[in-house]
Structure formats: structure tokens, C-alpha cells
């Protein structure tokens, strides 16, 4: 496996702000993922960083309110513009260690991000 | 659309053994996921399911059937640091990860 330094590790911002949340990774990685996870409920995939691309973005989610930059391959950072209560939420990265179908995803600790 | 489904809950009794079953409806298959997520952590990787059949990892189990669109986990001797949400994921014909609700499982005395 690999270790995932996800920072902060908490936050709590307010209205209008924008917070940038980092992602490091002690080995070379191609995929790295952005996942918002909201109380009670499911793993909601944001976005899809592989360097020396642009993040391809998954439904109901705009580069404009989350940028994401992949500078290199242990590195990656997303920020959540503009904030309100409703981004209130538990962001995570994960990466995939090979390529494969058949291999996991592993998560850094996660952000959890609270707006007033 | 694409669908997983996983009980909300379950409860248990330490020592015992529980099956958390999933159920999915995706485009294509490429692999079944489970992961465990403590409150409060980040989810980790249980095991994967790509054939049909069982495959076993201590005290847990993963089972796939990939005609019924169904999976379950089996937990054994169960433990009071078992209780967590555990996520069923199914990586689908584009290899994206589908990603169910989760089960909370809780463990009594």
C-alpha cells in the first residue's frame, strides 16, 4: 500500500471563502480521485486527476467551483470555491497503485469541511 | 442508471457471524469491492471479487455471483472493533468505481 497524507484534516470556514486541501503520496501515481462524502452517506466522486492533463470532472461538478491541480505524480490539491453550508462535507483522495481493474483504491485520511 | 444496494444497518452480537449482502445493476462488471470505514477514518480495502465464487481472507469472506448481480461479505467471530460501515463498490465497463451506501454494522456485548 501506500501512505496518503491528506491536509488539513479538518476546517472550518466561512461563507464565500475558498479552502485548498492537499493530497500527498509517498510513491509515483498515474490516478488519482477527489470524493466528497457527506453524513450517512455514500462515496460521490468529483473528480479524476492524472498529470500532465486536465481533471475530468463527473456529473454535477464544474472545474470553476472545484479546481483541482496534479503538478507531478505524488501530488494533487482541490479547492472548493466560494463556499456555502451545503459544502459542508468530508472530502477524500484515493489513488490506484497500478493498473488493473482488479485494483483497490486507497484513501487518505480525509478533510471533513465545515461552512458557516 | 446505475445502482448498488446494501442494508443500512445490522446489528450483531460479538462472537457471532453476520452476512452483509449487495446487490448491483451497473454497465458491464469489472470487479467487486470491499471496503470498511470506521466513523470518523478514511474507508480501507477489505477484498475483491472478480469470479464467481468465494474468497476468504481470515476472519472475513467475500462471495460473488455475478449472474445474480449479488455479492456478500461474511464476517466471523466478530469483534466490538468490527463495528464500521462497510462499502460495496463496483468497478463497471468504463472501470469506474460505483459506490453503494454502505452498511452500518453494529456489534453488542
Known amino acids: 500500500s501506500a501512505v496518503i497524507s491528506q491536509k488539513p484534516s479538518r476546517d472550518i470556514c466561512q461563507r464565500g471563502t475558498s479552502l485548498t486541501i492537499q493530497c500527498q503520496v509517498d510513491?509515483?501515481?498515474?490516478?488519482m480521485f477527489w470524493y466528497r462524502q457527506q453524513p450517512g452517506q455514500s462515496l460521490t466522486l468529483i473528480a479524476t486527476?492524472?498529470?500532465?492533463?486536465?481533471?475530468?470532472?463527473e456529473s454535477g461538478f464544474v472545474i470553476d467551483k472545484f479546481p483541482i491541480s496534479r503538478p507531478n505524480l505524488t501530488f494533487s490539491t482541490l479547492t472548493v470555491s466560494n463556499m456555502s453550508p451545503e459544502d459542508s462535507s468530508i472530502y477524500l483522495c484515493?489513488?490506484?497503485?497500478?493498473?488493473?481493474?482488479?485494483?483497490?483504491?486507497?484513501f487518505g485520511d480525509g478533510t471533513r469541511l465545515s461552512i458557516l | 442508471g446505475q445502482n448498488i444496494d446494501q442494508p443500512t444497518e445490522m446489528t450483531a452480537t460479538e462472537g457471532a457471524i453476520v452476512q452483509i449482502n449487495c446487490t448491483y445493476q451497473?454497465?458491464?462488471?469489472?470487479?467487486l469491492f470491499w471496503y470498511q470505514q470506521h466513523a470518523g477514518e478514511a474507508p480501507t480495502f477489505l477484498s475483491y471479487?472478480?469470479l464467481d465464487g468465494l474468497e476468504e481472507k481470515g476472519r472475513f469472506s467475500s462471495f460473488l455471483s455475478r449472474s445474480k448481480g449479488y455479492s456478500y461479505l461474511l464476517l466471523k467471530e466478530l469483534q466490538m472493533k468490527d463495528s464500521a460501515s462497510y462499502l460495496c463498490?463496483?468497478?463497471?465497463?468504463?472501470?469506474?468505481?460505483?459506490w453503494g451506501a454502505g452498511t452500518k454494522l453494529i456489534i453488542k456485548p
Open positions: 484515493s489513488v490506484e497503485l497500478g493498473e488493473g481493474g482488479n485494483q483497490p483504491q486507497h
Open positions: 510513491s509515483q501515481v498515474t490516478m
Open positions: 486527476a492524472n498529470q500532465g492533463s486536465e481533471a475530468t470532472y
Open positions: 451497473t454497465s458491464g462488471f469489472n470487479g
Open positions: 471479487n472478480v
Open positions: 463498490a463496483v468497478r463497471d465497463r468504463n472501470y469506474q468505481l460505483i
